[in-house]
């Protein structure tokens, strides 16, 4: 794959924001019913399975290769691995074929640039997907995400007290865990725990439904970067001397820019491992 300059097509984003793209496989639906089991708060939501990054250069072009009979989609991140912008859609690619786009979100009638056959990612062979930690294994909240909450935040909200009532433990509760439900639920009127209102007044922002026709403007609002907690976290004064690691805020961030899940499984055999901390297999179904 050749994406010409990710810059196209993502409003006005100083060239060099992007450092790399997050490539992400999503699991095709292999129960019958939706949201049963359900993936995490957002409905109908897909499981999926973060494959790594790539590089992005200095005038925007990236070259690399992509695995084929797998729908993909990318995500453009900023040097701290917040997505900038996400696709909102997959793509797919048969063995052996090669495609390219203008650049992330670009107009769909647009041709790219005439400098994108002099583009510096032309200039050096096709990356290879470096999978991180998380690479190529379906994703899972408890792997990812609980262990930044167990060293930074179950001291005060949790064990032996829950500050303020907010409780960040990884204990399990209606179906996923504590924690979860914490940062991306609300409660009702009567105290029943629900998936919350005003995206963007939560603590972890996300669209709600997979079927909506939804805006996704650059800047990541609906992401990371619009986030409630990351801004607690990670800007101003902080959060009461909590200071996160450069690898826990890109835990932190990966997490929410995939959407706020919480299983990369359908099976409920499969989630009860995840639950458990345990890792998980790729479907053979892809």
Request: proline share 7%.
């Amino acid at each position: 794959m050749l994406v010409s300059d990710v810059c196209q097509g993502l409003g006005p984003v100083a060239r060099g924001t992007i450092k790399q793209l997050r490539i992400v496989q999503i699991f095709p639906k292999t129960t019958p019913i939706a949201n049963s089991p359900a993936i995490g708060l957002a409905g109908e939501e897909n499981a999926r399975a973060i494959l790594g990054t790539v590089p992005v250069e200095a005038d925007g072009s990236a070259r690399f290769r992509v695995p084929a009979l797998k729908p993909i989609f990318f995500q453009a991140l900023d040097g701290q691995g917040y997505a900038y912008q996400t696709m909102r859609s997959t793509t797919y690619l048969q063995p052996g074929e090669t495609t390219s786009c203008v650049g992330c979100h670009e107009q769909r009638m647009s041709a790219p640039p005439a400098a994108a056959s002099f583009a510096l990612a032309l200039r050096r062979a096709a990356s290879e997907i470096e999978p991180g930690q998380w690479g190529g294994r379906p994703f899972s909240f408890v792997e990812v995400v609980q262990p930044v909450l167990d060293r930074h935040c179950i001291a005060c909200h949790g064990r032996q007290k829950t500050e303020g009532g907010v409780d960040l433990t990884g204990v399990p509760q209606q179906g996923f865990t504590r924690s979860y439900w914490t940062l991306c639920g609300v409660k009702s009127a009567d105290g029943r725990l629900v998936r919350g209102g005003d995206p963007a007044k939560l603590w972890v922002p996300r669209f709600w439904m997979r079927n909506q026709i939804q805006a996704t403007p650059p800047d990541g609002g609906y992401g990371a970067r619009g986030s409630r907690l990351m801004k607690l976290l990670c800007q101003g004064p902080g959060h009461y001397g909590v200071k996160l690691a450069d690898g826990d805020v890109r835990r932190l961030a990966a997490w929410i820019d995939l959407n706020a899940v919480f299983y990369g499984a359908y099976a409920s055999a499969e989630q009860a491992k995840e639950v458990q901390g345990k890792r998980i297999a790729i479907p053979k179904i892809q």
